[in-house]
T-cell receptor
């Protein structure tokens, strides 16, 4: 089944403790993105990747890192999480151009205390 | 980057046709218009995409006037399960971030 998977789905952590949210797609898509969603603010893009070893900042990249060493994986790294990074995170991939059909993962709900 | 404007919310009764309009006054020549649907605590789901005139699929229709400064997503005979947030996006697929905005919250009432 074609899908985007994220792990973990739920995570509660403490301020400053490094964490990684994994994202993997099995559709051989070139483009992958990370978004965060907060009440009243809609979906905001954090980082995106056009291809392996090519990443770029979205609208809200501060406090996040990403890497794209393999085509299928696009992990999101929070080196020193803070409470303002408490949010619902979505990973997405698309077969070609960013504006076209994106496939979203199920989401990761992160709480930083 | 073209900015989009949508109504914050809409209500409809079951069985009615719903039209959600999106304004994108500074749309560029190469931009496409894409609509997504999102249910609570789920990732957005692609609905439809178009460049000009009219596009129809099994879920919805997308109407784009000649000047392309707006677009209308039409959902025929909505049901309670169509209650969701609908996002309009505009972009050319180039190396620029996609902006989802706040979307339109559609509530379907029995």
């Amino acid at each position: 089944e074609a899908q985007v998977t994220q792990n973990p789905r739920y995570l509660i952590t403490v301020t400053g403790k490094k964490l990684t949210v994994t994202c993997s797609q099995n559709m051989n898509h070139e483009y992958m993105s990370w978004y965060r969603q907060d009440p009243g603010l809609g979906l905001r893009q954090i980082y995106y990747s056009m291809n392996v070893e090519v990443t770029d900042k979205g609208d809200v990249p501060e406090g996040y890192k990403v890497s794209r060493k393999e085509k299928r994986n696009f992990p999101l790294i929070l080196e020193s999480p803070s409470p303002n990074q408490t949010s619902l995170y979505f990973c997405a991939s698309s077969p070609g151009l960013l504006s076209y059909e994106q496939y979203f993962g199920p989401g990761t709900r992160l709480t930083v205390t | 980057l073209a900015k989009t404007t949508q109504p914050i919310s809409m209500d409809s009764y079951e069985g009615q046709e719903v039209n959600i309009t999106c304004s994108h006054n500074n749309i560029a020549t190469n931009d496409y218009i894409t609509w997504y649907q999102q249910f609570p605590s789920q990732g957005p789901r692609f609905i439809i995409q178009g460049y000009k005139t009219k596009v129809t699929n099994e879920v919805a229709s997308l109407f784009i006037p000649a000047d392309r400064k707006s677009s209308t997503l039409s959902l025929p005979r909505v049901s309670l399960s169509d209650t969701a947030v609908y996002y309009c996006l505009v972009g050319d697929g180039g190396n620029t971030p996609l902006v989802f905005g706040k979307g339109t919250r559609l509530s379907v009432i029995a």
